[in-house]
């Protein structure tokens, strides 16, 4: 730390709590620090700090556990969740952390207008609670009821296995009421064209989280936080944590060589060893990840799906050609795993008794043979410009699968876009015949991963990502699953979804990877999470 | 040489009142007209069928303007050129192509007249082809063999290039080309001016010979009095876009009625001794007014050592006849012949001068009109970042 | 003087409009929109249809254009879909960061590059000569994303002795009141911050000049080469002038006068975005922003960016031509 | 007087012509081909045009040259994350990250670049050429039209335009040498605008005008031809240029989708991820890129010194 | 006229040879010697490229030093100043000779005052401040004909007219009141008028000052009115030198009757035929060939070659103050004075 910052912190007497500054190595910007209009990583890693919700995941796992609520109770029918809430609680602004303040929050969420009802705004509050008061289909949500001081009743009208583990998300963080309103959260309008965040969102995030937000430099691309002193919890170790935005891997490796920073995400598995060499560590989190290779293949009328891939000996063939060993060993950091599933192991639902398609380019060829489709030519989408952490480095996937492929006799035409939107656009659209795509899970569910993908409402549309498929089976599954209240029913329906899933191969699984992030040696405490949500509260600086 | 008798012929070239003005823009939004460089204005004169007309005057006086606005290289801006009885100044497109095989131009620069990239070959063949004249590849290369022939140079010189000549080959190169589509009318530009005065002397020669073998009409521009006298009929002195003075050759040397032609005259050195010792030196005053900014009356009474009170700087000298083929414009010009009227030294014109017209005397030629960065070289351009 | 510049800000009038029609038609043309890019991966055709509606996308092209002409005229671009914020305001943070760079750029391309090139011309033939032009051309070859991870794997990491990337170490809150972060430590006496941002300066900028210092080195050895020859330096040696009078007063002043319009113009190039030198750097300018506004098609960023760019390059560009008429008397306005 | 002896004539007109300024085999040599003569007595022209040869000889022999298929994955297996093999039996320089011989990536990468520098020049150039020739031939509002076109489009920052050109053809070989040619375009109409505003105005087009010439010839057959010579030069230039901006393009992830296919620009950009472990893979491209780039500049520049009229005589 | 003074230049043998790389080494001047005198005039004349620059220069010390030899003598003052070094060079150069060039426009710094062009070299010659340069720059231009010198100080050259920027030259040259001026073609860039301006100027600044003029030209008639000696050059050699009556009156070599009968005069008859010489001086023959002019001359036989002769063409004193490199001359009636040498040549 430097010594403008001793200098400051002494007074306060507490030196031997006194951690120091950590400085973190941000890949982007974050959009701002109202966690209910975020979607992004950058924004979710800062809002994480500020912000806590009901419930949250055991650092280092995906299991749920409690937060700001103490514990929590679902009624038989799954529709009312009753929180007991933490008490002495209170948000950065001094106010209290009630029941009173949880129900303004979902009602706050509900009843979002206007532009904070673009997705670009509320994408995951959609995507779990489907709707808002005043839209057409209004979602779950029926309402929230603080029955007393320290308990929030949440009821909903639909059974979801989102909830509660989507609860964890950061979006359903629970934020001041006084502050809220103070600053005007939500409303978004601010010019016609484009939406311009609130003063709440840029400069008075108010949470109750370890951590409180101090300033952000725009243009020096920095967001200082500090320690809150008045935490519930144990307080953080670290005086003050500042994100800096560096969006070149290799700058910021530099800059971590160079000591000009502590630490960063999104480690290139080629450094992982340079790095661990030079004294790093290299903090690999479980990978909670899925990559897959998409095929165009639907099998409805009026698809515009590629005619060879709609034989599904192409797509096994395609399967049984890539060298998905090779490929984890090859091109896939260390603790990469060959994927069955679409989902990773450790999600329920997962099933062990799924068609695998082992490397077989013998059967592949054979089965093209047979379905008259030897030397098709197949245009290979993948991105540019882009590392995932279930996709390191795009290029060298795609020319060891383009390569795997053209072994066994097809034809293989590269197109290349950019990650975002060209990329994303083509391949949703359904342009790509084969592609490369992934997920990260957001939370430990597996409607999170295959629900997103193979539901009836992702892929009845002519153009949609898999072809316009018709698996009548699989979306029933699927809808079952997600609605099932029963945990251990739900557990079997996804488990039969998983298995009808790999047999039809809209995609072929490939790889469950493991992101990394690395800090300086003298940084101890930071837990790597599957879910990429570390607790940067129990940092600590050793000298 | 044939002595050609002037009067009874008819006149191949018929200039009236031409007048030629380059505008001066300048302006916030548009380009505004704020004046007129006066490079030729109101030049009358004839010349004669198989005649020599010599123009002479000082550097930027309009001559060259001049001759090119007879060949329509330059738009006249008023003013009639009639040639052979067409009005050229009314031609367009087509018909004034075909017009200027009848009169072509050397020019002063002869390197800078031929195109670098052609042989003399292709530099003599492509006046005939554009007319297509001389009729296949055959007769062109007849013709183009009895051009050289004519103007003295050998047949290997066809396959070689402009650069690869000395200056006089290389006029006789672009006389060769001037009279391959055997014009009427030759205008030529200072066409001696960039060579040694050995070599000038051959090409005069050469000009001499080619007017008697082909009938030729000549107009030759040139500063150098001298030049002039020697290959001209009749010669016109040219002052500040206007014809001061015109007059059968001999008659002019005998006799320069217009005092800038008397003080051009003396100013010529002669290589003589003897005559340089007892020339009269008539000493002009300072330099040649701005075209575009003429002295008011007669140009030349800012610099003239016999202005007058009267007259000399408000009213305009007309061009009158005094005496046979003897054009003056000069209000004094008798007084001055009979000498009447005596020079001033040129301190005292000076004087004068700034007296009654601050400065004028000594106004900067505005030749060089260096655009204020005309930017067209190509900005070098190339990645940052 | 002064109706010279007008007529050239006048000049600018169709320049700009052309460029804003150009550039609406064109970054319209583009595949995908900022509904899919702010979307992100699992937008649905409604969603994005949604999205369009919301921010008025989905009106005829003419309409949005005059709306963002109307606008235009009063600087205002309008807001970013990527940032949420006036795009001037953007602007007006991140160009200052850029002109520190640029003119740092081109103090090490100058400083460097002139001295040089007329070392080099003066010992015309001699080693410096050719190690100078061929030094010269490698800065030119050399990509400037390598250079940029080849300096600072010297400077930054090796060494340590200058900072990697940024504009600010971070442990040093500074107060903004320009955005020029040297200018702001300056005015606030902040000095450590002021000395601090210079430092973070240095690498990019030496990144960024290598191209104009390459050019400045070799029209700066040409233009010496050609003016020793001029009839006037000839002249300046037979009035038996001393050598350190005719080198500074004829011969350099002269053979400046090509090298201050490549400096322009340079000068006018660099500031119209170092993409690549302020990504690789993490620099906060305006290269950095545009190539973000390229990614998330936030046509706001580009159209006014681009723009007040051009702005600034004609500016630029006026700029030069008054100082050559105020170096080459010839040009000067009568 | 006697004068001389028809034999004493020519004895001297032989000592004449020996004394004449031009060396004796320029005679009748055309000013280009009196400029690669003097080309080829330079030694940095011809050090230029060496590098410039030995890469297209290369590049058209690579199958011969190279030692294995650039494709072929040939030690996939032996990679892994974070170890790439060095140079070893068989690869003598190594591997690339996919277990590629690098030497033959190398000298096939050669065909690519050299192909996306002349296609992308060529291209650059005509469009330019084409503005330049309209501007310079008719003028007035013709010229003002073009050269306002070509204003806006210089005002525009030259890497975001070529982003914007791959983005909007999308991304393929094409895209990438259209998108490095757009950023040449106004420099070449520029030059070739200005210079033919100076040969238009020059003696001898004003003399062809006066020989009735058409104006079609005068421009095409006089005009054009003797204003080329700094396009010539600038195109030189531009073919090191375009090979620079490739790797540029292709760092952004803007190049070539078959990655496959070796070109230096992209093995360049692509090693960046690779640079803590293996820098083989960027060093030996870019100094692939600045040796054919000092190739072509140095002939470049020459080029100019030999077409430059101050050094006709 | 010739001066009875020591003279103040002489040059002896003097040769420059351009040794430039990939090039044939030319000899450019080749053995010249003159000399002058206070308040002499001589002429050096000849066609385009025989070398008159080029000796102006080398006398100066001005030839670049890469890829020039120069030899032979230059003695100003009875010193030499071709091994002369740099800074005794720069102390004579502008102060004790001076130097006008042949284009004005051109020999002037376009971006520096002329006034500073002026009185820079009164500072670096004359121990004067400021202000006292600047009055004596005003008396110069003054003197040498500039109206209101006050104001044009501050004006650059291209504000100027031809005639001043010539007078502004002379100026300069004449600063520091130097011994010796060489005017290498000054009045060819300028109208007659204008010239005949010039040519006035320098003839009374000989007279009133006494300096000694080295006049370059290639136009007889400037010869005629202004020299007292006149060398003649051709190919890097004098291959003839008179008095100016008597060069006029009776040319000897061929080429300077050629010359003469080349030029049309204002004074002859119109119809007087020119004789040309034929040919052009690129035409010439190296001087160890034989006589360079052979080629070109019409008296030429056998022995104006080596390979006959032996030896080259010497120059040898011919008759009283004149020198000659021929050896089959002009033959003339005995000097008829007032005979146009026109007509003697033909
Ligand atoms: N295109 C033009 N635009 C503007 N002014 C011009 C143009 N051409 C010539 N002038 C001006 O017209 C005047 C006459 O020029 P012109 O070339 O006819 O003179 P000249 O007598 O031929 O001179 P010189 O002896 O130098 O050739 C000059 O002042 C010149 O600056
Ligand atoms: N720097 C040089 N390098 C090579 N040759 C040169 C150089 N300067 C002059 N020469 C040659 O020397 C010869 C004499 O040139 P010089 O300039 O003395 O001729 P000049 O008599 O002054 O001619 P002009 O009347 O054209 O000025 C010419 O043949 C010329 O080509
Ligand atoms: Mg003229
Ligand atoms: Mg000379
Ligand atoms: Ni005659």
């Known amino acids: 730390s430097s010594d403008r910052d001793s200098g400051e912190g002494d007074g306060e007497g507490d030196a031997a709590q006194s951690g120091g500054t950590l400085v973190f190595g941000a890949a982007g910007d974050p959009a701002m620090f109202d966690p209910a209009f975020a979607s992004d990583g950058e924004t979710f890693r800062i809002a994480r700090q500020i912000h806590e919700g009901l419930l949250t995941n055991e650092p280092g796992t995906t299991e749920l556990v409690p937060a700001l609520a103490e514990d929590w109770e679902v009624s038989e029918d799954g529709l009312e969740y009753t929180f007991n809430l933490r008490e002495d609680v209170q948000f950065h602004d001094g106010t209290d952390f009630n029941a009173e303040a949880v129900c303004f929050n979902f009602d706050r969420w509900h009843n979002f207008t206007g532009l904070a009802q673009s997705p670009s705004a509320t994408y995951y509050y959609q995507a779990v609670f489907g709707g808002f008061a005043d839209s057409e289909n209004p979602g779950i949500y029926e309402g929230c009821e603080a029955t007393d001081e320290n308990t929030a009743v949440v009821s909903f009208n639909q059974v979801t296995s989102k909830i509660p583990a989507a609860l964890s998300l950061p979006a359903f963080s629970i934020q001041s009421p006084t502050a809220l309103q103070e600053y005007d959260a939500d409303n978004l309008s601010g010019s016609e064209d484009a939406i311009t965040y609130t003063e709440y969102a840029l400069e008075h995030p108010t949470g109750t989280g370890p951590f409180k937000f101090e300033s952000w430099d725009r243009g020096n691309g920095e967001v200082t936080i500090v320690r809150n002193e008045d935490y519930w919890g144990e307080p953080a170790k670290l005086d003050e944590i500042i994100f800096r935005t560096i969006p070149e891997g290799n700058t910021r490796r530099q800059e971590l060589q160079a000591g000009t920073i502590d630490g960063y995400d999104f480690v290139s598995p080629a450094d992982y060893q340079t790095l661990e060499d030079d004294g790093f560590q290299v903090l690999v989190r479980d990978p909670f990840n899925i990559l897959y290779l998409g095929f165009n293949g639907g099998n409805v009328e009026g698809t515009q799906a590629n005619p060879a891939l709609q034989d599904p000996r192409v797509r096994q063939a395609i399967a049984h050609a890539i060298d998905r060993e090779t490929i984890v060993n090859s091109l896939l950091p260390e603790g990469s795993e060959v994927a069955t599933n679409f989902m990773p192991p450790s999600v329920d639902g997962w099933a062990d008794d799924v068609p695998t398609y082992e490397y077989d380019p013998e059967r592949a060829r054979q089965l093209l043979e047979e379905a008259g489709a030897a030397g098709t030519t197949l245009r290979f989408y993948y991105p540019t410009d882009v590392s995932r952490p279930y996709l390191p480095d795009p290029a060298a996937m795609f020319q060891v699968i383009a390569e795997d492929l053209r072994e066994v006799g097809l034809n293989i035409e590269p197109v290349a876009l950019q990650w975002n939107p060209d990329y994303l656009q083509a391949v949703q659209a359904g342009q790509a015949d084969i592609h490369l795509l992934g997920w990260t899970g957001d939370y430990n569910d597996a409607y999170n991963f295959i629900g997103t993908f193979f539901a009836e409402d992702q892929n009845n549309q002519a153009s949609a990502e898999f072809g316009a498929f018709s698996a009548p089976e699989i979306f029933a599954a699927l809808a079952q699953a997600d609605a099932a209240p029963d945990p251990s029913d739900r557990t079997d329906l996804y488990q039969e979804a998983n298995r009808l899933i790999k047999e039809f191969l809209p995609a072929v699984p490939i790889s469950h990877s493991p992101p990394a992030l690395v800090v300086a040696e003298n940084v101890q405490g930071l837990e790597p999470s599957p879910l990429t949500a570390e607790d940067f509260s129990t940092v600590t600086l050793q000298d | ?385 | 003087m002064l109706r010279f510049i007008v007529r050239r800000l006048f000049q600018l009038v169709p320049i700009l409009l052309g460029l804003s029609v150009l550039l609406f038609a064109w970054l319209r043309a583009l595949p995908g929109g900022p509904a899919q890019a702010a979307l992100g991966e699992r937008a649905t055709p409604e969603a994005i249809a949604q999205y369009n509606e919301l921010f008025g996308l989905d009106e005829p092209l003419i309409v949005q254009y005059f709306r963002f002409l109307g606008r235009a005229i009063t600087l205002d671009f309008g807001t970013s879909t990527q940032y949420g914020r006036p795009v001037t305001e953007v602007f007006l943070e991140r160009f200052p960061g850029t002109i520190e760079l640029t003119l740092l750029a081109m103090v090490f391309a100058i400083g460097v590059g002139i001295p040089l090139g007329y070392l080099a011309a003066r010992r015309h033939g001699s080693f410096l000569d050719s190690a100078s032009v061929v030094g010269s051309l490698i800065g030119v070859a050399i990509p400037v994303f390598f250079l940029a991870y080849l300096l600072r794997l010297l400077f930054a990491v090796e060494l340590g002795w200058l900072p990697g990337s940024g504009r600010q170490d971070v442990r040093i809150d500074a107060t903004r009141i320009t955005n020029f972060y040297v200018l702001d430590g300056l005015l606030t006496r902040e000095w450590d911050a002021a000395w601090d941002a210079l430092l973070h300066l240095i690498l990019p900028a030496i990144a960024l000049g290598t191209i104009p210092l390459a050019i400045i080195v070799r029209i700066t050895r040409a233009s010496v080469l050609d003016v020793v020859n001029e009839d006037y330096v000839r002249t300046a040696n037979a009035k038996g002038l001393a050598m350190a009078t005719v080198r500074r007063r004829h011969i350099v002043r002269n053979a400046l006068l090509p090298v201050s319009t490549t400096i322009g113009l340079q000068t006018g190039l660099l500031l119209s975005g170092a993409v690549l030198t302020e990504t690789v750097f993490a620099f906060g300018g305006v290269g950095l922003t545009l190539r973000d506004a390229i990614t998330y098609r936030d046509f706001a960023i580009l159209q006014g960016f681009i723009l007040m760019l051009a702005i600034v390059y004609v500016l630029v560009n006026l700029l030069v031509d008054i100082s050559y008429g105020l170096l080459d008397p010839r040009v000067r306005v009568r | 007087m006697t004068a001389l002896g028809d034999y004493k004539r020519e004895r001297i007109d032989e000592l004449a012509a020996r004394a004449g300024q031009l060396p004796e085999g320029d005679a009748g040599l055309s000013l280009t081909r009196s400029a690669v003569r003097r080309l080829r007595r330079d030694p940095v022209a011809i050090t230029g045009a060496v590098i410039v040869l030995v890469f297209l000889v290369v590049a058209a022999f690579a199958p011969l040259l190279a030692p294995r298929d650039p494709v072929t994955q040939y030690l996939l297996s032996e990679i892994r994350p974070g170890l790439i093999p060095g140079s070893q039996e068989g690869f003598p320089l190594g591997a690339d990250n996919l277990g590629r011989d690098l030497l033959s990536r190398l000298i096939y990468g050669s065909r690519q670049s050299l192909l996306i520098g002349v296609v992308s020049t060529v291209l650059g150039l005509v469009v330019g050429m084409t503005l330049g020739v309209l501007a310079g031939a008719f003028g007035g509002w013709v010229d003002t039209l073009v050269m306002r076109f070509v204003d806006i489009i210089l005002s525009i920052p030259g890497l975001l335009m070529a982003i914007t050109v791959s983005v909007l053809l999308g991304q393929n070989q094409y895209a990438l040498m259209i998108a490095i040619a757009v950023v040449q375009v106004p420099i070449f109409a520029r030059l070739l605008r200005g210079s033919m505003l100076v040969q238009r105005g020059s003696d001898y087009a004003v003399a062809a005008r006066a020989l009735g010439v058409r104006k079609s010839r005068i421009v095409f057959g006089h005009v054009l031809p003797n204003s080329l010579s700094p396009v010539i030069v600038q195109a030189t230039l531009s073919l090191a240029t375009a090979i620079i901006e490739a790797a540029a393009l292709s760092y952004l992830g803007l190049g070539d989708p078959d990655i496959a296919r070796p070109e230096w620009g992209a093995m360049l950009a692509n090693a960046q991820d690779f640079l803590s472990i293996r820098p083989a893979l960027a060093v030996w491209p870019a100094l692939c890129i600045i040796v054919v780039a000092l190739g072509f500049t140095l002939l470049g520049e020459r080029l100019r010194e030999a077409l430059d009229p101050k050094f006709r005589r | 006229m010739s001066s009875l003074q020591a003279p103040v230049l002489e040059v002896e043998d003097l040769a420059v040879r351009f040794t430039r790389r990939g090039e044939q080494p030319t000899r450019a001047v080749d053995g010249v010697s003159f000399s002058v005198a206070p308040g002499e005039t001589i002429g050096l004349v000849g066609e385009s490229g025989c070398g008159k620059s080029v000796t102006s220069l080398a006398i100066m010390g001005l030839l670049p030093r890469r890829g020039v030899e120069v030899t032979g003598s230059v003695r100003f003052d009875g010193n030499d100043l071709v091994d002369a070094p740099d800074h005794v060079l720069r102390g004579l150069r502008g102060a004790d000779m001076g130097m006008v060039f042949q284009d004005p426009l051109s020999s002037l710094n376009p971006t520096v005052p002329i006034g500073t062009q002026v009185t820079e070299v009164l500072l670096e010659h004359r121990e004067m401040s400021k202000a006292e340069a600047q009055d004596e720059a005003v008396r110069l231009l003054d003197k040498v004909g500039i109206p209101d010198p006050g104001r044009r100080l501050k004006e650059y050259p291209h504000q100027l007219s031809g005639g001043m920027r010539q007078r502004a030259l002379i100026a300069m040259a004449l600063a520091c009141s130097p011994r010796l001026l060489i005017a290498d073609e000054p009045t060819t860039a300028l109208d007659v008028t204008i010239q005949a301006q010039i040519l006035e100027l320098l003839r009374e600044l000989v007279v009133d000052a006494g300096t000694a003029l080295v006049m370059i030209t290639h136009d007889l008639g400037v010869v005629a009115g202004l020299c007292d000696r006149v060398h003649v050059m051709y190919a890097g050699k004098i291959i003839e030198t008179a008095d100016r009556r008597d060069l006029f009156a009776r040319p000897r070599q061929p080429y300077t009757g050629g010359l003469l009968a080349s030029v049309p005069r204002l004074d002859s008859a119109r119809g007087a035929p020119l004789t040309p010489i034929r040919g052009s001086a690129r035409d010439a023959i190296p001087w160890s060939e034989g006589c360079a002019f052979a080629p070109r001359c019409d008296n030429a036989q056998d022995d104006c070659l080596t390979e006959v002769s032996g030896s080259t063409v010497p120059l040898v004193p011919d008759g009283p103050g004149r020198e000659l490199r021929c050896r089959h001359p002009l033959e003339h009636p005995a000097a008829p004075s007032g005979a146009t040498a026109h007509g003697a040549a033909r």
């Open chain 2, 1 to 385: 040489m044939t002595a050609v008798p002037i009067a009874g012929q008819d006149d191949l070239l018929r200039v009236e009142d031409l007048k030629v003005h380059f505008p001066i823009r300048k302006g916030i939004f548009f380009d505004r007209t704020v004046g007129h460089v006066q490079a030729v204005d109101g030049v009358s004169l004839t010349v004669p069928r198989g005649a020599t007309y010599g123009l002479v005057g000082e550097s930027g006086c309009g001559k060259s303007t001049l001759g090119r606005a007879i060949l329509r290289l330059e738009e006249p801006t008023s003013g009639r050129v009639l040639f052979d009885g067409t009005d050229v100044a009314a031609l367009k497109g087509e018909p004034l192509r075909q017009m200027r095989q009848r009169m072509q131009m050397v020019f002063q620069d002869p390197l800078g007249s031929l195109d670098p990239r052609q042989n003399v070959e292709s530099l003599l063949s492509e006046p005939l082809r554009a007319h297509g004249l001389a009729g296949g590849k055959a007769g062109i290369a007849e013709k183009i063999r009895g051009l050289l022939d004519a103007v003295g140079l050998p047949s290997a010189a066809l396959r070689r290039y402009p650069h690869e000549f000395s200056g006089g080959q290389r006029q006789r190169i672009g006389i060769a080309r001037a009279v391959a589509l055997e014009p009427d009318l030759l205008i030529a530009d200072e066409p001696v001016s960039a060579l040694d005065v050995s070599v000038q002397a051959q090409v005069l020669n050469l000009l001499e010979e080619l007017q008697e073998r082909l009938g030729l009409t000549y107009l030759i521009i040139a500063h150098d009095l001298a030049v002039v006298r020697h290959i001209s009929d009749v010669v016109g002195v040219m002052y500040l876009g206007s014809l001061v003075e015109q007059a059968p050759a001999d008659d002019l040397y005998e006799q320069p009625l217009h005092p800038y032609t008397r003080a051009l005259m003396s100013a010529v050195p002669v290589p003589d001794p003897e005559i340089e010792e007892q020339r009269e030196r008539i000493l002009l005053a300072g330099d040649l007014p701005s075209p575009a900014d003429p002295p008011s009356g007669c140009r030349f009474h800012t610099r003239c050592p016999w202005r007058q009170e009267t007259r000399c700087d408000d009213e305009v000298p007309v061009l009158r006849e005094l005496g046979p083929g003897r054009l003056v414009s000069c209000h004094w010009a008798e007084e001055i012949r009979d000498g009447a009227l005596r020079p001033r030294s040129p301190e005292e014109v000076l004087h004068a001068g700034a007296a009654s017209r601050p400065g004028s005397g000594a106004h900067p030629r505005d030749d060089d009109p260096t655009p204020f960065l005309g930017r067209d070289e190509p900005l070098p351009r190339q990645e940052q970042g």
